[in-house]
């Protein structure tokens, strides 16, 4: 069973930077897509950003030339780093995987984890 742990969530002020970390374990790292969701209280789950299997990358438009995504295939890592953050970034953010879906897809991805919370004052 795949299990991803997030963290390096926090609370910081606009145009502030984080970097969120996600451990992959318990299936092979190759084979599948990673990415990140987040979701905001009374909002819709969004894809922010995704690396599918293929080699393809996927940004949401509302994070393009902010975020980027980035893995450690050895370690078994995946990243996001977010800069330029705004008050509309604020939101849970889940690492997810999927072996069948595409990058594009990533708010659909059927593995996520517990979520590490972002938090952008203005």
């Known amino acids: 069973q795949a299990q991803l742990m997030e963290s390096g969530g926090g609370s910081v002020q606009a145009g502030g930077s984080l970097r969120l970390s996600c451990v992959a374990s318990?299936?092979?790292?190759?084979?599948?897509?990673l990415g990140w969701i987040r979701q905001a209280p009374g909002k819709e789950r969004e894809g922010v950003a995704a690396?599918?299997?293929?080699?393809?990358?996927y940004y949401a438009d509302s994070v393009k030339g902010r975020f980027t995504i980035s893995e450690d295939n050895v370690k078994k890592i995946l990243y996001l780093e977010m800069n330029d953050l705004k008050p509309e970034d604020t939101a849970m953010y889940y690492c997810?995987?999927?072996?069948?879906?595409?990058?594009?897809?990533?708010?659909?991805?059927?593995?996520r984890g517990q979520g590490t919370q972002v938090t952008v004052s203005s």
């Open positions: 997810a995987a999927d072996k069948w879906r595409l990058a594009k897809e990533v708010a659909k991805f059927s593995v």
């Open positions: 318990g299936y092979a790292y190759g084979g599948y897509s």
């Open positions: 690396i599918g299997d293929e080699g393809t990358t």
